[in-house]
């Protein structure tokens, strides 16, 4: 028999002899040209994968749940960095604004434009190997004080560009994992150590750090959690996690 799996316009199986007897596939009653597959793949099990569907149906690419659970995080986020920036804050806000920016991609790829999702992939591997370790470096700047002078600041910032690079030229899914976790570890670090001066709020910023990491390492945006897709819930997570975050950063001191 056919089976579709949960996100069909990237991973569609049929039985193998199927494949090769009929071009046609059909993925929730469309029905879907086998040849316009990108690559196809005859293992020597009974089953045959076809990834990166281009013949696909718009409608199959539409995925109501996930534009809006983007535009959450995409209004938290963006929220988030203009105040901060009003603040002068402007790595963290940087930081904030490149994962709106993902999350906006997003939200246009589910709602109304499936052919977004090389510019989303994109997005949001720069939101991750850039936009986290931004927000570390200013959080290791206002709460431990390093590395110092605005001038040893932008050093850092353009070092933290600097692996970026790598990683988006090298896109191993492992670079981006550990980046991201390091950053959440460096964040909830400095949030400790302003916890004499900050007590609840340091807090909130461990909790959000922590969050992060919670959606990237352990819900991740494959499969489902209970009723609710897998990807919803690491949106939501997210927004959630960089608002605490963002109110948890104390207001550095200005000469």
Wanted: glycine content about 10%; hydrophobic content about 50%; overall charge positive.
């Amino acid at each position: 028999s056919r089976t579709a799996l949960a996100q069909p316009w990237r991973v569609t199986v049929v039985p193998a002899s199927e494949a090769r007897s009929s071009p046609q596939v059909w993925v929730r009653g469309v029905s879907i040209d086998v040849s316009s597959c990108e690559r196809v793949l005859y293992p020597d099990d009974p089953l045959v994968t076809c990834h990166t569907l281009r013949g696909r149906t718009r409608s199959e690419n539409i995925q109501v749940s996930t534009a809006i659970s983007d535009t959450v995080l995409m209004l938290a986020t963006l929220g988030a960095c203009f105040w901060l920036r009003r603040r002068g804050e402007r790595y963290v806000s940087t930081g904030l604004m490149l994962v709106g920016v993902a999350a906006f991609i997003g939200a246009l790829r589910f709602s109304i434009n499936p052919d977004l999702a090389d510019v989303h992939r994109f997005t949001s591997a720069l939101a991750t190997c850039t936009g986290l370790p931004l927000i570390a470096v200013q959080y290791l700047s206002t709460c431990v004080g390093w590395p110092g002078p605005e001038g040893r600041m932008n050093t850092m910032g353009a070092a933290v560009v600097g692996f970026a690079a790598f990683g988006l030229a090298f896109p191993l899914p492992i670079y981006a994992t550990a980046v991201g976790a390091i950053s959440m570890v460096v964040v909830i670090g400095s949030a400790l150590r302003c916890f004499a001066t900050r007590g609840a709020l340091a807090l909130v910023a461990v909790g959000g750090a922590l969050g992060v990491a919670l959606a990237g390492l352990v819900v991740g945006t494959e499969g489902s959690v209970g009723p609710l897709l897998a990807i919803d819930v690491f949106h939501a997570l997210l927004a959630v996690a960089f608002l605490g975050i963002a109110i948890g950063l104390p207001v550095r001191a200005r000469s």
